[in-house]
């Protein structure tokens, strides 16, 4: 009788396991099928773009060229500075603040192409606009 418990507690172990797995794997790193992200992604006039553990969780937005565009920036660094500056002809940028901090940039880029953005602080922290 003991054994039988012994088996049953460890299907039920192993059954648990399984479905914590199962779980952990449907959620899953969705960089790749984030829409800000994918390649085929159409032209958006606004995003959120979030700053943790010094990373952009965005590397690759996609704007309409020519279009005001707003962008919101989140700081989730408690303390650290971040700020978004995009590198292109009208180089707008928001001021390097502290997190926990929540700021909005409106701009537009005229012409069509790909432009860096960064992190002034970190200039690691970098991805790409793209104007289409």
Not at 2 to 31: F, K, P, Q, Y
Not at 46 to 75: K, M, Q
Request: glycine fraction near 6%; aromatic fraction near 4%.
């Amino acid at each position: 009788m003991t054994e039988h418990r012994v088996t049953r507690r460890r299907a039920l172990r192993l059954g648990a396991g399984a479905v914590v797995a199962a779980a952990l794997a449907a959620c899953g790193d969705n960089a790749s099928t984030d829409g800000a992200t994918a390649e085929t992604e159409e032209p958006v006039e606004e995003f959120t773009i979030v700053a943790e553990n010094l990373r952009w969780d965005v590397d690759r937005i996609v704007v309409p060229a020519g279009v005001e565009v707003t962008a919101t920036i989140e700081n989730r660094d408690r303390g650290v500075p971040h700020n978004l500056h995009i590198q292109s002809p009208d180089d707008p940028k928001t001021e390097l603040e502290d997190g926990v901090v929540t700021q909005t940039l409106t701009f537009s880029i005229a012409e069509p192409g790909e432009y860096e953005y960064v992190c002034d602080a970190h200039l690691f922290m970098s991805g790409t606009i793209v104007a289409v």
